[in-house]
């Protein structure tokens, strides 16, 4: 069963616009989404951005939602290093087998697949929301 679920920010939650690279567009589907479970999950971001790309998130309250946010702007740390995942692991408690990643780089959802824990690679909303049905979690 899962209770934790860690986040990408970049590519999943949150887009570059490359007209306008200091503009950002929101997931918002994705984002009141996880509003609504994050009474029944325990949310937590880990994302590979610079310092730009973080404040920017930051100031339209994208953090909000998680109990927790890693930037590896902030910890020195970017994935697909697997120390990357066990600090959020460690930190907060989690257990491998009730925890779910999910990212858009396959080499990251490969790293967190081999420490054991679930994952799923974000293409798009639709493939997501079918993935997330197939976990049980609605």
Partial sequence: ??????FDIGGVLVFKNSQVPKKQKVNT????????????????????IDEEFHKETKRKGI?????????????????PNK?????????????LKQTLFVDDKQ??????????????LFKDNAQFFRDLKKLGIK
């Fill in 107 to 120: 080499d990251n959802i490969n790293v967190a697949e081999k420490l054991g824990i679930k994952s799923i």
């Fill in 1 to 6: 069963m899962i209770k934790s679920l860690i």
């Fill in 29 to 48: 589907l994705l984002t009141k989404f996880l509003e609504k479970i994050k009474r029944k999950y325990t949310l937590y971001s880990l994302s590979n």
């Fill in 63 to 79: 953090y909000k939602v998680f109990k927790k946010n890693y930037s590896s702007y902030l910890t020195g740390i970017e994935k």
């Fill in 83 to 95: 120390k990357a995942f066990s600090m959020v692991l460690k930190e907060n408690k989690l257990n």
